[in-house]
C-alpha cells in the first residue's frame, strides 16, 4: 500500500548552509526543508523552496589555493584551488627555475610549508592553437599558499512519502541557500511523525554509502572581488566563480565546463517508503482544489519550480486500476499501452513512467530537481542532454514521451 502525500512543518529557522553546519554538523541526521532556493551557474545541482532532504553526515575534501603568478593571462593574479588529491605532478621553482622531481601536491604538502612556488610538470608550455598542442616557451607558475577542507552536506532527497536514494551533496559554501529544520508531519501525531524519521534512518543504513572525502574533482577558479581578501582562512565558506579541468587551464580553454557535480556522484534510482501504515489508514485523503475561473495555466520555467505539490499516491498510475487478482502481466501491459496525461505525473509517477522508458538512471536526479510533468515539458532536448548528460537517443526518447505521452512498445 502506498502512502498519500506528506507535507513537512519546520521550525522556520532560515538558516545559512554555513550557519546549519557550524549548530549540526556534529548532531546529525536531521531532516531540513529549504526556504529559500538556488540556482546556480557553477556546475552544481539546484536547490527549489519547498524541497525536503534527510541530511545524514557530511564530508571533506582537502584543497590547496594557489595565486597564479604568470603563464596564464586569463587568469593572472588570480587565485584557484585545486584538490590535493589532484592527478597532476608538479616541480617546485627556486628562484624561478625547477628544483628537485616532480611531486604530487599531496607529497609537496607533506614535506615542505607554504607558500611554495610551483610549476605543473606536464603544463611544458603547451596552448592549444588552431586545435593542436603547441610549445609556447612559457611556463605556469603557482604560488600555493593556503591548504583548507571543502566541505558537503551528504543526504536524500525526500517527496511524496518517498525517501530517494540517491545522495545529494550540498556544499557548504552556497551564499543564498536557506534551510530550516523539519519539526513535524501535518496531519500526524508526534509518535507518527517519530516513527517516520526512525523508518527513514532504517532505509538509509541498509541501502545507502555516502562517501565522507567527497569533493568536487576540478579546479576551482574564484572571482577577481574575492581575489582582493587577504584572509586564507574562510575558503571553506568562499564560493567559487567557476570549476575547470586543469588541463583546460592550462591550454586556455577555459571556456570548457565540466560536468554538473551530480554527475560525480553514483546514480541510484531506488526509494523507499517511510510513512508508517498506521498514519496512512487515518490520514484523510486532501480536498480536491477549485478550478480557476477564466485563468490559463501559466508554464513553469523548470529551474525555478515551485514547492512539491502534495497529491493522494495513487497505486500506480492515475486509471490503471487492476483487481487484485489480474496477473502481473497484465498491469504491465496496460501501464505500457496507456498514454499518460503528462502534466498530471507528480514526481515520483513520472519516475515511474521513466522506468518503463528504460530511462531509471535519470530517475533520483529529477526528484532531487522536483522534476514533475509540468516541468518536463519546458526542457527542450539540449536541455536533457546538457543538464542531466543525457544520451542524444534518451534525449529524444523523453522529449517525445513529454510531448506526446509516446512509450516504445
Known sequence: MLAAGVTFKHNNDNLTVKEFYDKYH?????????????????????????????????????RVVAKVEKGLSVLEGREISIPVDYDMKFFILKGGKKGGKESSLHEILEKHSLPVEVTPSDSHQLMNIQGQDRETGKSCHLNLVHSYEDRYLLGNAVSDGMLYAQVTAVPVYLPDLRLSIAVGIEGFSEAQSATSLQNMELKVMQNVKFNTDFGNPNVAVYSHESTTHNEYSDFTYRAPAEYYNMDDILRHKIANRPSKLLHYIDQSADMYEFIPMDAVSKKPPPKAPKPAKDKKAQPVKPMTPPPPSIPDRPAVFPGTEQAESAPEVNRLDNRVSRVPNVEELKIHELGEWMKELKLEKYVGVFAEQGIDGVLLKELSRQDLKTEFGMSSVEAIKLNKFALTGHVPS
Open 26 to 62: 556534529s548532531s546529525l541526521p536531521q531532516l531540513i526543508v529549504v526556504t529559500q532556493g538556488y540556482c546556480g551557474d557553477i556546475g552544481l545541482e539546484e536547490f527549489s523552496i519547498g524541497q525536503v532532504i534527510r541530511i545524514h553526515t557530511s564530508s571533506a575534501q582537502r
